[in-house]
T-cell receptor, first 113, second 111 residues
Framework: SAVISQKPSRDICQRGTSLTIQCQVD?????MFWYRQQPGQSLTLIAT?????????ESGFVIDKFPISRPNLTFSTLTVSNMSPEDSSIYLC??????????FGPGTRLLVL | AQSVTQLDSHVSVSEGTPVLLRCNYS??????LFWYVQHPNKGLQLLLK??????LVKGINGFEAEFKKSETSFHLTKPSAHMSDAAEYFC?????????FGTGTQLKVEL
């Protein structure tokens, strides 16, 4: 299994600013992912964080808006750039070990004013 | 491409009565299916998973789900609801390394 922590747990930001969310896993994992959960909605995959190379983004998400880093096998960051109120969401980090199971962090609750 | 449809956005049961949360899936190959639970202001927790082994899958907290290929269903059940079961439940299908989430079912448990 894997235990995932995220920082910050929540934040309130002004529009036009950027926020970087950190994700730390307690063990080496094969894959890491970033999801968004907009208010009252389900989870949507933003991107797969690839270790040592550029992230793989899903349709509708771009690197300029959501730059992602993954410098090693246990850590990743997601930046939400040039924020607007529409970016208010829960952002969740996820990791997959060699098993079938994908584990999730507690989420970062972002409110953009 | 794969998808899941959760047939009920809200389910309300009385404590001690059975729980049924319905999920249908669509997948072009043999799917891996999961149920996750999200309690208020908490992260997602895996309840159970189906990965082409036994069709009746037992999970944590007394939940189980049955994979029925002929009906393309993966309904979640529990014989007796507890107040602590009140949460949002997500049915999830995996295609490759990508998880596709259903829209969620909010379970309410009343005294």
């Amino acid at each position: 299994s894997a235990v995932i922590s995220q920082k910050p747990s929540r934040d309130i930001c002004q529009r036009g600013t950027s926020l970087t969310i950190q994700c730390q896993v307690d063990s080496q994992v094969t894959m890491m992912f970033w999801y968004r959960q907009q208010p009252g909605q389900s989870l949507t995959l933003i991107a797969t964080a690839n270790q040592g190379s550029e992230a793989t983004y899903e349709s509708g998400f771009v690197i300029d808006k959501f730059p992602i880093s993954r410098p090693n096998l246990t850590f990743s960051t997601l930046t939400v750039s040039n924020m607007s109120p529409e970016d208010s969401s829960i952002y969740l980090c996820s990791a997959k070990t060699g098993e079938e199971t994908q584990y999730f962090g507690p989420g970062t609750r972002l409110l953009v004013l | 491409a794969q998808s899941v449809t959760q047939l009920d956005s809200h389910v309300s049961v009385s404590e001690g009565t059975p729980v049924l949360l319905r999920c249908n899936y669509s997948s072009s190959y043999s799917p891996s299916l999961f149920w996750y639970v999200q309690h208020p202001n908490k992260g997602l927790q895996l309840l159970l998973k189906y990965t082409s082994a036994a069709t009746l899958v037992k999970g944590i907290n007394g939940f189980e789900a049955e994979f029925k290929k002929s009906e393309t269903s993966f309904h979640l059940t529990k014989p007796s609801a507890h107040m602590s079961d009140a949460a949002e439940y997500f049915c999830v299908v995996r295609g490759g390394n990508k998880l596709t989430f259903g829209t969620g079912t909010q379970l309410k448990v009343e005294l």
